[in-house]
């Protein structure tokens, strides 16, 4: 694979420490060589990621502006209805192409520097003054337009969502999900049309990984998140568990509340996060209806790398991951109805958008936490976290009280990043 | 009224927040954008005086958070519409600075406060107290009400 230009070779930046999966190098948090590698491996490597809802776009000739780690990228729909991706960037100078985060009857996309022109493909159809002025000037006789076009993502969508690669070996989408990513995506969503109801950008103190592995560790909800324990919501004594596809990139993580069993862990006193004496004054924000067959209460779905479906009670979701440097990233959250609730529902997932973004109830230390570990680590650049709850491999597991689903990150993240 | 509510936050008495607001009141912070776009799910949406309670006892008890504080600057109230029932409409621009407990200091919102406000035995009450955040940003996390 290619070089990145200025940065060493990865083999001189990244010492991984074991052979198995259990330890993370910490220094991987914090340098900026390694997060020029993540943008070159990572997000335009064989990797699909999350590029918006096709209900942002529902119109031809529709667009909206996304990021692919650091990429900025133009999703619209053509003309004839199509989803496609380019780069916004234009070809001669540089320059962002369109600079408003969406707009509609956009059939071509003019620079605002000098005014090159690029259709809804990426074409270059035209540059002002290509000709010069008086015979003077202008472009040379052999230059060749076809050769200036804007970098074209493959898009593929599931269900509403959009998903975007670089990478010409990337498997196609649902092959890439696997099987039983694809059947609970679908399971989700359930082929109901999508109504965005609310979006949150939620800038993190953190490197942008400190965030998927949070979204992944399935033994912290109950452990951080007192709301979580307090109310039984999600606890590691309730029904659960750990699905995976077969190469361990992607994993579900789920819950029943309702199958809660109790555990001595949780006696009172012994847990910070276990309030025994609280209860709601207004308990109606955590009443649910069963949504699912399957009696799921709570499932984060986690796509590598940057892309999480959230079913947190009848709040549901999608979170997508922007790195903003080695110390920083957003999350932008998405939280959605569907055009077939009765308005009964709709009002319960309006409600419970209180447990989900950075004013969460049961998300909001997540904003904080990763930033604990980003400040703790500084000193330390060649220590390593241990990751070996539940073992040290990245296998599905049927219980919650396991970093399988960690490792299972790394799994993929050393794959794509070639170490 | 807009000055006490926002000393009673910015000196940490956040008891008296819910104290501000009728029995069956909406408190809700919003993003600018979402706003505009008519997405109703915006961020710590309250629907009556017990979700401020819960939202309070919860900041106090069960979320865990870096100790901070804010400083509210807001400017003149301007009078929208007074309605035959009284209920005044009114909004008013806001500045939020957060300070951490370590001293770092960041701007954390601006934006406008639209309300609906009604007197109750002479007192006026936030019937709606909807806060609209010029930026749908926010930093780290969203806890102590705006």
């Known amino acids: 694979m290619a070089r990145t230009p200025g940065v060493r070779p990865l083999d001189q930046l990244i010492r991984w420490p ?17 997060y ?35 990429t900025p990228v133009i999703v619209l729909r053509t003309a004839e209805g199509a989803v496609h991706a380019l ?4 070809t001669h100078k540089g320059s962002v192409l369109c600079y408003d985060s969406r ?60 998903f975007g690669t670089f990478s010409n070996q990337t498997p196609p989408l649902e092959q ?32 942008w ?28 004594s309730a029904e659960g568990g750990i699905r995976h596809d077969a190469r361990n990139w992607h994993h579900l993580v789920f819950a029943k509340r309702h199958t809660d069993q109790g555990h001595e862990e949780y006696s009172p006193g012994k847990l910070r996060t276990m309030k025994a004496d609280f209860g709601l004054n207004d308990p109606s924000l955590i009443a649910q209806w069963m949504e699912f067959d399957d009696n799921i209460t709570n499932a984060l779905q986690s796509i590598y790398p940057g892309f999480v479906l959230q079913q947190i009670l009848n709040s549901i979701g999608t979170r997508q991951i922007i790195p903003r440097g080695t110390d920083e990233c957003e999350l932008v959250w998405t939280v959605v109805a569907f055009e077939e609730d009765t308005p009964e529902q709709r009002a319960i997932r309006i409600k ?8 969460g109830y049961v998300s909001m230390e997540d904003g904080a936490i990763g930033g604990f570990v980003q400040q703790g680590i500084k000193g330390d650049r060649d220590k390593q976290a241990v990751v070996e709850m539940g073992g040290s491999t990245a296998d599905g597991q049927p219980t919650r009280a396991s970093e399988t689903s960690v490792r299972g990150f790394y799994k993929a993240y050393r794959e794509t990043m070639g170490i | 009224m807009m000055v006490e509510y926002v000393h009673a936050i910015d000196e940490g008495e956040y008891e008296r927040w819910p104290t501000f607001f009728t029995e069956d009141a909406v408190y809700q912070v919003t993003g600018r954008d979402n706003h505009a776009r008519g997405w109703v799910a915006g961020m710590m949406l309250c629907d009556n005086r017990d979700m401020m309670l819960d939202r309070i006892y919860t900041l106090r008890q069960v979320n865990l958070w870096e100790p901070h ?24 621009n806001y500045l939020c600075v957060r300070t951490m407990h370590d001293g770092e200091q960041k701007l954390f919102s601006t934006g406008r406060y639209l309300d609906r406000i009604v007197f109750e035995a002479d007192v006026p009450r936030f019937r709606e107290r909807l806060v609209i955040s010029d930026s749908n940003r926010i930093d780290t996390l969203l806890v102590i009400p705006i």
């Not at chain 1, 590698?37 to 809802?53: C, D, H, I, Y």
């Not at chain 1, 780069?87 to 234009?90: D, E, I, K, L, P």
């Not at chain 1, 002025?133 to 076809?146: H, I, R, Y």
């Not at chain 1, 419970?352 to 004013?359: A, D």
Request: charged letters at 20%.
């Open chain 1, 18 to 34: 074991e052979a198995d999966l259990a330890r993370v190098p910490l220094h991987i948090y914090n340098d900026p060589e390694i």
């Open chain 1, 103 to 162: 707009g509609e009857n956009k059939r071509s996309f003019v620079c605002p520097y000098h005014a090159w022109t690029f259709d809804q493909s990426g074409e270059l159809k035209g540059i002002a003054f290509e000709k010069g002025v008086g015979g003077l000037g202008g472009m040379p006789e052999g230059f060749d337009k076809t050769k200036h076009a804007l970098t074209r993502l493959r898009v593929e969508t599931i269900e509403g969502m959009v």
């Open chain 1, 352 to 359: 419970q958008s209180n447990l989900v973004g950075p004013h």
């Open chain 1, 176 to 207: 890439y999900l696997g099987a039983p990513m694809v059947a609970h995506i679908r399971r989700t969503i359930r082929g109901r049309t999508m109504q965005i109801i609310g979006r949150y950008n939620h800038i993190m103190p953190s490197n």
């Open chain 2, 69 to 92: 504080t804010y400083r509210h600057v807001i400017g003149p109230t301007q009078i929208l519409a007074l309605d035959a029932t009284g209920v005044v409409t009114a909004q008013t």
């Open chain 1, 209 to 236: 990984k400190l965030y998927i592995e949070n979204s992944r560790d399935t033994h912290h909800p109950s452990l951080l998140h007192a709301f979580f324990a307090t109310f039984k919501l999600n606890r590691l």
């Open chain 1, 87 to 90: 780069v916004n960037r234009c």
């Open chain 1, 36 to 70: 020029a590698w993540e943008q070159a491996r990572v997000f335009r490597g064989p990797t699909w990621s999350f590029l918006a809802l096709e209900c942002e776009i529902p119109k031809p000739n529709d667009y909206c502006l996304t990021k692919v780690g650091d």
